[in-house]
């Protein structure tokens, strides 16, 4: 087991949702070393230059759906959220290879089961 943090990339496009991640972050100290991209095409350039251990993205992005990048990130864990709780996106997320997928709410309560979410995918990866 290694000391260094979680190498997260979180891919969304609405700014308030971003800063609701990131101050989540930083209240709950998480030990995750993040970065955020606000489109396919961004999240396609972080990920040529960085690697990372999990990958949390939004449903639905300005350029395409999360389904794009899914299929080229295959071994890497990755966590779909949505604002729409769509059951037919869910199961055409899980059955693409997503490791979770998850409902945004108002209130931003689905971050707080994002520690676990993340954990559960990392620890199923090393399995």
């Given at each position: 087991m290694t000391d260094r943090p979680i190498q997260l990339l979180l891919i969304e496009d609405d700014?308030?949702?971003q800063m609701a991640f990131e101050r989540f972050?930083?209240?709950e100290s998480q030990p995750y070393d993040y970065r955020v991209a606000d489109s396919i095409a961004n999240a396609r350039d972080l990920l040529s230059k960085?690697?990372?251990d999990i990958i949390i993205a939004d449903y639905t992005l300005g350029d395409g759906t999360c389904l794009d990048l899914l299929e080229?990130?295959?071994g890497t864990p990755f966590i779909v959220v949505s604002g729409t709780g769509d059951e037919g996106s869910a199961a055409r997320a899980m059955k693409q290879g997503a490791s979770d997928y998850l409902i945004k709410d108002p209130h931003g309560s689905y971050l707080m089961m994002l520690?676990?979410?993340v954990?559960?995918?990392l620890d199923a990866k090393r399995a």
């Open positions: 700014a308030v949702d972050m930083k209240r960085h690697s990372f080229e990130l295959r520690p676990m979410t954990q559960n995918a």
